[in-house]
């Protein structure tokens, strides 16, 4: 597209304008909008399938997400893109009460408060406290939060005990913070908690099913958008093509996988940051960004899905929507179709610690086990299970976890900044790399459209450079 | 060496017995004993030189240790192979009074316990408690510890915190720190604190020159072992030849550089943990091995060495040693040769919180920073150095940081014993995986010990299976 009359003083065209790197959401996305914008890319991915951390399955004739799933007021950018290629969405089944076993004990509630007794206050207290304190963190730009050394030398679980949290305070903050990083909450800079939170629009609009991130999901699945993305690109984009080398020239990059090597004006690597550690850049990147991908590792999260004859719970004004002070799963939404007369669906969260040991696991014994989850909180008929499947992310060498990275203590000070500040015509995508949505779906469309437009920038400077005509401005 | 007659019922014989990935220390010594133990190895280093984080220069005609330098008493297998190998060892000059600026103050001193007025109890107090607890984690095995994974969940910061230390304790519990892991104490997990402490017999013996880990070094440089257990190696070493890929079969493992396929019946991967994470393994390795290599980074550590006509500092009684409260160069070393006569030279160290500014500087900032820091301590005359080199090893590729691995809160319990388990046939060395001195000299060549040894058992079992006769047993 940028195809300009040959020129003696001048080095040959590249072979695209812009290289991708990683064709999940954010690499995908990028690869579209500045297709749009009339640039040629070329999109290399390391596993054999698109979508990164969106995926999905078939279990007993029903569609699952095995990776990202929901989507909620706010998250524009998502959802506009799912507007765009034709995938629909429906509101996620949350009629009737909700489920919790906390303490041996077993209770229904309506809402998103779970009754856990004389704790309610103090839960309420830290819930405030670290929406108040989120607000106080820059989207952005974390480091520039007042007291942000302070802030991040310390994980969410020592705040939650300076602040005298109560057990059960500590004990929910703990399953939100497994699934929502896929970790403990001592593993967590408390400064990316934060910044995460703030990220999210607060506690509730993250947390929530009704007017929150999984208020939606989408009726075709998440992967078909990566899918639709991915089709459109035809034979600009290569699978089980892991890229190995970055190499930065005068005149733009020269991207090698083992078996070729394409120059380009620019490269996007959407790829989470661990991963970024991966490829070998030269010259080598600037010591901050090759200690940061040391420094954000993916968090450890697993899905499991049971099918059923039936969404019998709904038939007790059971929501499907559960919570444990047990493992492996802790966390249940019903997952089932939109229309009547579907079969029933459960998912379950496994993150943090009990990923650990369920990642180690047999798949038989997983399945045992998810399903005994099931039946503790919608009793034994969850135990007949007609289709079950999990997905254990922190097992995908190509996506070394999930959901999102999750920075120990004194990371993000020195480390933010590297995650999508460019290097020369290196520039960064992924959720990681957004300042809104961080973790979620819509970070990784924000990220994908942040550096397209990045790389327009690169490429209508360099146009103009070589006296260019080209259809990117 | 384990050849043996061909026959029609079994595999071809691998081309070798073992490769080794990654000639710092620790490779080079496992395939030094497995060459004394009658096996052929293959060794592949990615990086352009030998040595890993050992390494040397000449600056102002003068050796410098730019990696590991110094040894002590405890350090029976670092010394063993220098002895072997015929590079001799000389005293750390130590004699005269120390130096310390302290809150603006500059005040000289005997001995190892500086003089930081009234906290001077208190930091006694720490030292006592971190020697009691860290006597409680078992060496090879901290996640068996009482408390376990309490103490994990804390960094060494929040515990100092928590322990009310006075500020001038915390001080130099970080400067100790930043010299030893390379962070700062809020990054580093309490649990992997103490268990360094107790590999290394104790605070003193850790930190101490006289009677501890820094009482001698290398006359001819610590990198001269390195580079004479290459030599010998001779054509079985690769140099430039990163390893991408890990394969297992069924007859043993195959190694492939982007150049060449080397099948052997074991491996030992020998690079820092976080590098493991750039070499893709067939099949993947189980998910707490994979999630351990994101979770280990290197510490930021660099150093710096100026050299002058003589050690002046001699002349005023004053051993060289100097620790500072402000950076970027927070504690020295008289660094100079042994004869009398001979120019002086000065080590500083720059680590954690200073290191990460430091190496992103310009080397003639780098330069003037570090004199006026050894200025600060040695008055002027430190200005009017003939000879000046830095080392930043967070800014090398192929070792990713210095001095060893730093693992966050909640890092230890879960993944310690994704260091050195074995996987199948590939064993693990890299000094991070010893159960003495991890992070030293001395714990590289005991783990690649360990691993020619892990090795040597898989091949004496493979020759039985298949009735072979090699020399191997």
């Known amino acids: 597209m940028t195809a300009s009359p040959p020129s003696a003083d001048r080095a040959p065209a590249p072979d695209v304008d812009v290289v991708v790197v990683g064709a999940g959401l954010s690499g995908l996305t990028a690869a579209h909008r500045l297709r749009q914008f009339g640039a040629t890319v070329a999109v290399f991915e390391a596993a054999p399938r698109v979508g990164g951390r969106v995926s999905s399955a078939e279990v007993a004739g029903v569609h699952v997400d095995l990776g990202g799933t929901f989507v909620g007021p706010g998250q524009d950018r998502i ?19 909700n489920v919790i076993r906390w303490r041996g004990d077993h209770r229904r509630y309506r809402g998103t408060v779970p009754p856990v007794g004389a704790s309610l206050l103090d839960v309420g207290r830290i819930q405030l ?24 030398a310390e994980s969410l679980g020592s705040w939650l005990r300076r602040s005298h949290a109560s057990p059960a305070a500590r004990e929910l903050i703990a399953i939100a913070g497994r699934t929502t990083w896929g970790c403990e909450p001592d593993e967590i800079s408390f400064l990316h908690a934060l910044h995460y939170i703030h990220q999210a629009g607060g506690l509730s609009s993250m947390l929530d099913t009704e007017g929150g991130a999984q208020e939606e999901h989408f009726v075709e699945g998440s992967h078909a958008i990566a899918v639709r993305l991915a089709d459109a690109l035809g034979a600009a984009l ?68 049971a099918v059923y004859e039936r969404p019998f719970w709904r038939d007790h004004d059971l929501s499907g929507q559960g919570l444990s002070d047990t493992g492996p799963v802790f966390i249940t939404f019903d997952a089932g179709p939109a229309h009547a007369g579907a079969p029933g669906v ?20 997983r399945a045992a086990r998810a399903l005994s989850s099931f039946a503790d909180l919608f009793g034994p008929r969850a135990l007949d299970a007609i289709g079950f499947i999990d997905q254990r992310w922190g097992a995908e060498p190509w996506v070394g976890g999930g959901p999102t990275a999750a920075p120990g203590p004194g990371a993000v000070v020195p480390y933010a900044g590297a995650l999508a500040a460019p290097v020369g015509s290196i520039l960064w995508a992924g959720t990681e790399t957004a300042d809104r949505w961080t973790g979620f779906m819509d970070g990784a469309v924000r990220a994908g459209e942040r550096a397209a437009l990045q790389a327009r920038g690169i490429l209508s400077s360099s146009s103009t450079d070589h006296e260019q005509t080209g259809v990117v401005r």
Request: hydrophobic share 45%.
């Open 79 to 97: 959802l506009a893109l799912a507007d765009e290629v034709g995938v629909s969405r429906y509101r996620t089944y949350a009629a009737g009460r």
């Open 346 to 365: 459960l998912l379950g969260f496994i993150g943090g610690v009990y990923a650990r040991e369920w990642d180690e696991l047999a798949p038989a014994e």
């Open 238 to 305: 290569r699978v089980s093509a892991p890229v190995r080398r970055i190499e930065t020239a005068a005149q733009g990059v020269r991207v090698s996988t083992a078996d070729e090597t394409v120059t380009a004006r620019a490269v996007v690597v959407a790829v989470p940051p661990a991963l970024r550690g991966r490829i070998d850049f030269a010259p080598a990147l600037p010591p901050s960004h090759a200690q940061m991908a040391q420094r954000w590792p993916a968090g450890v999260l697993s899905k499991a899905y």
């Open 129 to 152: 406290t670290l929406d108040r304190l989120a607000r106080t963190v820059p989207r952005g730009n974390p480091a520039a939060a007042p007291q942000a050394a302070n802030l991040d």
